[in-house]
């Protein structure tokens, strides 16, 4: 599928997800209290985080063997023996972990640990599928499927709470169930046309060359993204998490193009596809001046959305405009940090996450015990910035692009061909 197919559909999929997720979030947030709603924010982090350290490289090994040709059958044969192997790890961890506490979760039993493993493998066989899917550039069904599993969610929830009364452990196991519903139909995608499954212990090394890298690189970025929420729980407790996370959900939608303009691009850069690098330099281009149009909109109707949609969260309004400027810059950053990963991860897609991951920790230890969920904002916002801009720098000079022909939009073909 060609770029901008690609793109067009994956972006209306996108769309439709994120309107339903917001849908999902008002509900979240305006049917739980605002320590539930901290708290669901807090879980969800850990499961994503559990997911990556876990699987992120054979998501990224998949998309790149994938994109090199490997066979399905092999793919899926080795990411369903990992995914059974994993269980049985994690489950032993999770008994062996039932006596302890979670900050947000102070007297967790051994059903929450149990459905904590089971949500982490849930999530690392999705993602797997989804990786294979795009890895092998089809880009219709992997952009179907987060809308199963929104529709899903949401769904559940509306029963979870609007019919049957239920509250935060009911909603942990609808996300979960929903999770798994998109795994197995993920799955079922891959089956036909895989002509049967095999083990391929050499393509699986060769996996975790790439994906460990790759993984790597992910799980400093998500780092950089969320670890604040640990953070704001620590010096101010779960409801501020609350108030923190709805200004994330404006900021997350920000996140949206690039992330949908990144995957399209992804197998086309791994691929070496003719035109790839000046086709990189003008999405990010076009994602930077949508980021200023976001920032725009967000600047004059904001704090209307959020006394229409989140009328318990008015202070989030304030804490989205101090996290504006790196949104703006990290969002065409990530396009260009895309390009790297489909060259198998250099060494700039991990030291510059993880400086700037740094550098968001340091000043979100001194400065919210000061300013409090601003300086939250604020010390998440400077490190968006350094990050976008290290990578942006790079990928620009690999190109042979400089800043003003790349914002003017004058790059030339013969230049960005020839890193």
């Known amino acids: 599928m060609n770029f901008l197919r690609g793109f067009s559909f994956n972006a209306a999929c996108t769309g439709l997800t994120f309107v339903l997720g917001f849908a999902n979030q008002w509900l979240l947030a305006n049917n739980l209290d605002a320590a539930d709603y901290g708290k669901l924010g807090l879980w969800t982090t850990t499961a994503m985080l559990g997911a990556l350290v876990f699987g992120e490289w054979l998501n990224k090994g998949n998309v790149y063997a994938a994109g090199k040709g490997a066979g399905r059958g092999k793919l899926v044969g080795n990411t369903l023996i990992y995914g059974l192997v994993l269980t049985g790890v994690l489950a032993a961890i999770a008994l062996a972990a039932s006596g302890l506490s979670l900050p947000f979760f102070p007297h967790l039993e051994i059903v929450y640990w149990l459905l904590l493993a089971s949500v982490v493998v849930l999530m690392i066989l999705q993602k797997a599928g989804e990786s294979i899917l795009l890895g092998e550039d089809r880009i219709s069904s992997y952009s179907l499927l987060p809308v199963l599993f929104v529709l899903c969610y949401?769904?559940?929830?509306?029963?979870?709470?609007?019919?049957?009364?239920?509250?935060?452990?009911?909603?942990?196991?609808?996300?979960?169930?929903?999770?798994?519903?998109?795994?197995?139909?993920?799955?079922?995608?891959?089956?036909?046309?895989?002509?049967?499954?095999?083990?391929?212990?050499?393509?699986?090394?060769?996996?975790?060359?790439?994906?460990?890298?790759?993984?790597?690189?992910?799980?400093?970025?998500f780092l950089?993204?969320?670890?604040?929420?640990?953070?704001?729980?620590?010096?101010?407790?779960?409801?501020?998490?609350?108030?923190?996370?709805?200004?994330?959900?404006?900021?997350?939608?920000?996140?949206?193009?690039?992330?949908?303009?990144?995957?399209?691009?992804?197998?086309?850069?791994?691929?070496?596809?003719?035109?790839?690098?000046?086709?990189?330099?003008?999405?990010?281009?076009?994602?930077?001046?949508?980021s200023l149009l976001c920032a725009v909109g967000l600047l004059a109707a904001g704090k209307l959305l959020l006394l229409l949609f989140f009328p318990k969260y008015p202070e989030a309004y304030g804490l989205l405009l101090w996290m504006l400027p790196g949104l703006m810059v990290a969002g065409f950053g990530s396009v260009l940090n895309t390009r790297l990963a489909g060259q198998g991860y250099p060494a700039i897609t991990l030291w510059a996450p993880a400086l700037a991951l740094a550098l968001n920790v340091a000043l979100n230890l001194a400065l919210i015990p000061v300013m409090g969920l601003t300086g939250a904002a604020l010390s998440t916002s400077l490190a968006y910035v350094l990050w976008g801009l290290l990578v942006a720098r790079h990928g620009l000079r690999q190109l042979g692009c400089g800043w003003g022909a790349f914002l003017r939009g004058k790059a030339s073909p013969p230049s960005i061909e020839k890193p």
Not at 163 to 187: E, K, M, P
Not at 201 to 217: A, D, N, T
Not at 225 to 243: K, N, P
Not at 248 to 255: C, L, N, P, R, V
């Open 154 to 221: 949401l769904g559940s929830n509306l029963l979870v709470l609007k019919v049957w009364g239920g509250g935060l452990a009911q909603v942990l196991v609808v996300w979960t169930a929903s999770v798994g519903i998109v795994a197995l139909t993920g799955f079922a995608l891959l089956l036909r046309g895989a002509g049967g499954l095999k083990v391929d212990r050499e393509l699986w090394w060769q996996m975790l060359r790439v994906g460990g890298r790759g993984g790597g690189s992910v799980i400093l970025v």
């Open 224 to 290: 950089l993204f969320r670890s604040d929420l640990y953070l704001v729980e620590h010096f101010m407790g779960a409801a501020q998490v609350g108030v923190y996370r709805v200004a994330g959900i404006f900021a997350e939608m920000m996140q949206r193009l690039p992330n949908v303009a990144g995957a399209v691009l992804l197998p086309k850069v791994i691929q070496a596809q003719e035109g790839e690098g000046l086709l990189s330099l003008r999405v990010a281009r076009n994602v930077l001046l949508f």
